[in-house]
């Protein structure tokens, strides 16, 4: 079954050192032995992650024979983000839910502590 | 090993009747037989990807026992959005520069085009 391309781009996200590598690549791009430097992993292991990367779409390689640079290719992330935006007024919603549920205990806590003070 | 709670949401997220499923109860909560129905998928194949979103805490279930509504959890879609906002530069310095490139493409095809006018 070919899977769709968000759902690739979704399950090469789901990896930390994968987001770790495209955190490094955002500041520009570099070699597979820098990438492989801060992990502590070996050269097949870091190569694995980068197919996996780079058939989602969001890295690219040179193809400088000796010297084969990655750089992040930001597309699949914006469609992330766009994918996302949808659901943006439903967390809005639930946070101004739970803002004014608290103003609410904040100003009840207060009338009652004054009430206590009347006494 | 335990996953990051990231990495679990990005997974959970890697599937498109997931996201079908998501995308339906940003509408209104549910039942699993209303889910059921437009996906031509048994009970079970609908429960199998309820139990993967309720484990990323993108859905909750209620606890009546005869019906348990499901109903979308934004939380974690909260979090995926704020992780790609970091890449957000990234993706607009690559369309301003294409959308560059185009301006100067087409202002010489229109200098272009006046030069072979006045041939």
Same mark, same amino acid.
């Given at each position: 079954? +070919?899977?769709?391309?968000?759902?690739?781009?979704? %399950?090469?996200? %789901?990896?930390?050192?994968?987001? %770790?590598?495209?955190?490094?690549? &955002?500041?520009?791009?570099?070699?597979?032995?820098?990438?492989?430097?801060?992990?502590?992993?070996?050269?097949? &292991?870091?190569?694995?992650?980068?197919?996996?990367?780079?058939?989602?779409?969001?890295? +690219?390689?040179?193809?400088?024979?000796?010297?084969?640079?990655?750089?992040?290719?930001?597309?699949?992330?914006?469609?992330?983000?766009?994918?996302?935006?949808?659901?943006? &007024?439903?967390?809005?919603?639930?946070?101004?839910?739970?803002?004014?549920?608290?103003?609410?205990?904040? %100003?009840?806590?207060?009338?009652?502590?004054?009430?206590?003070?009347?006494?």
């Amino acid at each position: 079954m +070919a899977t769709d391309h968000l759902s690739t781009t979704f %399950a090469a996200l %789901a990896d930390p050192t994968r987001r %770790a590598i495209l955190a490094r690549l &955002a500041n520009g791009e570099c070699s597979v032995t820098e990438l492989a430097e801060p992990f502590d992993m070996s050269m097949p &292991a870091v190569s694995k992650h980068l197919r996996v990367l780079e058939r989602a779409g969001l890295i +690219a390689r040179g193809r400088e024979a000796q010297w084969r640079p990655c750089r992040i290719q930001p597309g699949p992330l914006k469609e992330v983000a766009d994918w996302t935006e949808r659901y943006r &007024a439903i967390w809005e919603q639930r946070l101004d839910r739970l803002d004014n549920y608290l103003q609410k205990l904040t %100003a009840k806590e207060k009338k009652d502590g004054r009430k206590r003070r009347h006494k």
